[in-house]
């Protein structure tokens, strides 16, 4: 089945230490976004691709990063993790990112800050 | 700049009883409307949109009208089952991939 898979599903890292996490997408989707979820809260929009322009929201820290090398994959990088960087991390994909196009998720990343 | 704001959860009810998750919004322009939902360790996924007032979005027994006039878009089901207990979040987009916002979410328990 076409989908948007996220690995690894559970990664724990030790505060100040570089951390990577992935997602890839069968569906072709022009437009992929990395959501930051704290527990209890809505998804955050970290940052998005469409198709290789790279948008990345005010707020986000400069501490996140994120690659996408082709059309496939999308990539965040967390350069120094703080603890306050532990939660629930999205990947989402849409087709032209229209207002009424629908957003399809991968099942996130929890990430662990020791 | 733009808002959703959902009443606040945890909601608890009996299997078969009827469901309405209250959701309202501001926003600029003719925003999207949806409802996603969060099963427990999984990312979100759609359960029904719709993109101009008055439309109905329905799905797996759900429904949701897009009010205008009361810019609001509640969530009902007529009878829950305990496999409906999740997280469910009204979003909406007015312009494009970057303008989605979400509501922060009403956990939704049922017990058989």
């Known amino acids: 089945d076409a989908m948007v898979i996220q690995n690894p599903r559970y990664q724990v890292t030790q505060f100040g230490k570089p951390v990577t996490l992935s997602c890839s997408q069968t569906?072709?989707?022009?437009?992929m976004y990395w959501y930051q979820q704290k527990s209890s809260q809505a998804p955050k929009l970290l940052f998005h691709y469409y198709d290789k322009d790279f948008n990345n929201e005010a707020d986000t820290p400069d501490n996140f990063q994120s690659r996408r090398p082709n059309t496939s994959f999308c990539f965040l990088d967390i350069r120094s993790p703080g603890l306050g960087d532990a939660a629930m991390y999205l990947c989402?994909?849409?087709?032209?990112?229209?207002?009424?196009?629908?957003?399809?998720f991968g099942p996130g990343t929890r990430l662990t800050v020791l | 700049g733009d808002s959703v704001t959902q009443m606040e959860g945890p909601v608890t009810l009996s299997e078969e009883a009827f469901l309405t998750i209250n959701c309202t919004y501001t926003a600029t322009g003719y925003p999207s409307l949806f409802w996603y939902v969060q099963y427990p360790g999984e990312g979100l996924q759609l359960l029904l949109k719709?993109?101009?007032?008055?439309d109905k979005g329905s799905n797996k027994g759900f429904e949701a009208t897009y009010r205008k006039e009361t810019t609001s878009f509640h969530l009902e089901k007529g009878s829950v089952q305990v496999s409906d207990s999740a997280v469910y979040f009204c979003a909406l987009n007015s312009g494009g991939y970057q303008k989605v916002t979400f509501g922060t979410g009403t956990k939704l328990q049922v017990i058989p």
């Open positions: 569906l072709n989707h022009n437009v």
């Open positions: 719709a993109t101009k007032a008055d």
């Open positions: 989402a994909t849409s087709r032209e990112g229209g207002n009424s196009d629908t957003q399809y």
